[in-house]
């Protein structure tokens, strides 16, 4: 999803996932609520996305102050990406995501 011109809507809802409704960026969240991470330690977590893809979602999030980038000055370059206040706040909603799945893991049959 695009964040819009006009950061904001009519709808609270469609605003977060403005902010977090792109493909990896909740697991991208939820690695950073741990501690913080290197681009490499991200991509180890997250094999399966694409070098580019998650650099795109980490500059997105940090656009959108859900994440800070700090880069220190040594060669090679050291960068590391942490969760900004908005982003921890973000701990209370993937917890709710977590109890949702559990009851929804006990009552719908897994596919055989």
């Known amino acids: 999803m695009k964040t819009p011109k006009n950061r904001f809507t009519k ?5 977060t996932l403005n902010v977090i409704g792109n493909k990896y960026t909740v697991l991208i969240i939820r690695d950073l609520l741990d501690s913080k991470k290197r681009f490499g330690e991200l991509q180890r977590s997250l094999q399966w996305v694409s070098p580019r893809t998650l650099s795109a979602r980490l ?6 102050g859900i994440i800070k980038k700090k880069i220190y ?16 706040a973000l701990s209370v909603l993937l917890e709710q995501m977590k109890i949702w799945n559990k009851g929804y893991r006990r009552a719908i049959p897994q596919k055989r």
């Open 11 to 15: 709808c609270e809802v469609e605003d």
């Open 59 to 64: 500059i997105q999030l940090e656009g959108d």
């Open 73 to 88: 000055p040594v060669v090679p370059p050291h960068t590391e990406y942490t969760l900004t206040e908005h982003g921890r």
